[in-house]
């Protein structure tokens, strides 16, 4: 049974993360996973997490409908069916490390390249690659972080669509996750209930909500600058904690 600091820290933590995802699209998923290691076992993190990170994304795709990009959508699915079914016959093993040091490399890498070599979500083979590379990662390690968000960071997309799709794509993967892992990802007999569950489902909607306030008031110029600068940082903590791994593996 949780203790009543750890459950309000949490409560706490799934509404500001999902703000943070509500404005920038990205960052917050990465932070909420990472206390819920802290506090919770591998299997109740996992499944807290993709609950709450589904429910958070299909709210902000629902507030900005109007918005998601129903090509990218479709050529996203199409890459993440395909991955899909080559993980559901392979059942790969990965490595830790190099899962966190790839994600980690993809945002430095992708701003480095001349823009026309760039990957790019709204080019038809980018968004078919940004579904096969982003659902692989949640497959092998429960997060996509930067490997995702760099198919969107140099786009000339409008902040609107780009936060829009993305949760419309993201919900694909958060749904393929909880496919997959299956019965690993249950609850019962953890330290996690229901209860606790569907609370964290409805603030991770709270938190969404209220980004949209943000959102409306921000400029496309200041989400560009802003979104780059985060992209950077997540990939740098992704990178640091890879070379961690590796060292003391």
Known sequence: MLSTPILVALAITVVVTSFMS??????????????????????????????????ANVWRAALWYRYVSVRILALYVTGSL????????????????????????????SMALPIRYAPRADLPFGAVLS???????????????????????RTELDRRTVVATKAACQSVSHLAKLAYFGGMLAIGGTEVGWPVMA????????????????LDRMNDVQFRSWT???????????LVQGVRELVLA
């Open 22 to 55: 509500g404005v920038f699209g990205m960052a917050g998923g990465m932070i909420l996973m990472g206390l819920l290691l802290l506090i919770l076992p591998v299997p109740a993190a996992m499944m807290m997490h993709g609950a709450t990170q589904l429910v």
């Open 82 to 109: 395909v991955i899909f079914a080559v993980f559901a016959f392979i059942r790969l093993v990965p490595n830790t490390a190099m899962v966190y040091i790839i994600m980690g490399l993809m945002p430095f890498v």
């Open 131 to 153: 579904g096969l590379i982003s659902t692989g990662f949640q497959l092998l390690s429960g997060v996509s972080g930067p490997a995702f968000d760099v198919f969107f960071v």
């Open 199 to 214: 609370t964290a489902m409805v603030l991770a909607v709270v938190g969404t909500s209220l980004s949209r306030i943000v």
């Open 228 to 238: 780059q600068r985060i992209v950077m940082a997540i990939g740098f903590v992704y």
